[in-house]
């Protein structure tokens, strides 16, 4: 793909998490307009069947791109990537960049050749995280733990609204306290909703455990794709719409149209899904 000048990116997610992606392009200089659109009305996509999971993505990624019109278009979600990465690129002409969960950096970095790996149920039942595996970390021993739980508190979390040390360690310590836990040096965050939880889970992490997400690699390759090169300049892109896919509610307002209007994003728009 050749160069555009200052491209339109649209960065998706389920919910507030793609927005760690968002900051790693902002943080790598990215030139050009960064949108954001998350699945709100199907929030949070880790708990779906995947046949059920995989229709609504492919329907919310063509409906949200043919409103934004990107030029090209980040799928900032593991659960979505590992189920329906392929088929949104069946249908959708624009360059298209998947979520890796950052199983290969961890096995690279371990000493204690014990890596953990934090993540929803549905990036952790998927054969694709196994292949992962199977391919990179062959010579480790991996810990996993699926959390619905801790993608909720991240949301809360980032609207400022108060989550308590221990709701957070309940959830880290059901990882690092199964047989062998203790051994466990690298963490993989195998959900970009969790790195808006990094220091909390670092301050509440045994002395020496480090935290590995995939933002600054999906931010590179999309740097890549369009042909730019990272710089120290965090101020060349400029913050589009947001797009949501539900009206916000009594029980559930919309933390995210709070936070993105914070971040210096344009309006929130309402996005209509078949």
Do not use: W
Not at 84 to 111: C, D, F, Y
Not at 113 to 130: E, M, N
Not at 185 to 206: G, I, K, N, S, W
């Amino acid at each position: 793909m050749g160069e555009i000048a200052r491209p339109h990116c649209l960065v998706f997610d389920s919910g507030m998490g793609g927005l760690t992606v968002v900051e790693a392009l902002q943080r790598l200089g990215f030139q050009g307009t960064i949108s954001y659109a998350a699945d709100t009305g199907f929030f949070p996509y880790g708990d779906k069947p995947d046949d059920v999971l995989a229709a609504r993505i492919v329907a919310f990624a063509e409906a949200v791109c043919a409103r934004a019109k990107p030029d090209i278009f980040v799928i900032a979600c593991n659960t979505a990537s590992t189920i329906a990465l392929e088929l949104v690129r069946e249908r959708l002409s624009i360059p298209i960049v998947g979520t890796v969960p950052a199983i290969k950096p961890a096995a690279e970095h371990t000493k204690s050749q014990t890596i953990g790996i934090l993540a929803t149920p549905g990036t952790l039942r998927r054969s694709y995280t196994d292949a992962l595996i199977d391919d990179f970390a062959t010579d480790c021993r991996v810990l996993r733990y699926g959390s619905v739980v801790l993608v909720e508190l991240a949301e809360r979390f980032a609207a400022g609204l108060d989550v308590p040390d221990v709701e957070i360690e309940a959830e880290l310590n059901a990882l690092l306290h199964q047989p062998g836990g203790g051994d466990i040096d690298t963490v993989v965050l195998a959900c970009t909703h969790f790195p808006l939880l990094r220091p909390r889970l670092e301050a509440l992490a045994p002395e020496g455990v480090r935290f590995i997400d995939s933002g600054e690699a999906i931010a590179r390759r999309t740097l890549s794709l369009l042909d730019q090169k990272p710089s120290k300049n965090k101020d060349q892109a400029a913050l589009g719409h947001v797009y949501l896919s539900s009206q916000p509610t009594e029980e559930r307002p919309h933390r995210l149209s709070e936070v993105t209007r914070r971040l210096g994003f344009q309006s929130v728009l309402q996005l209509e899904i078949d």
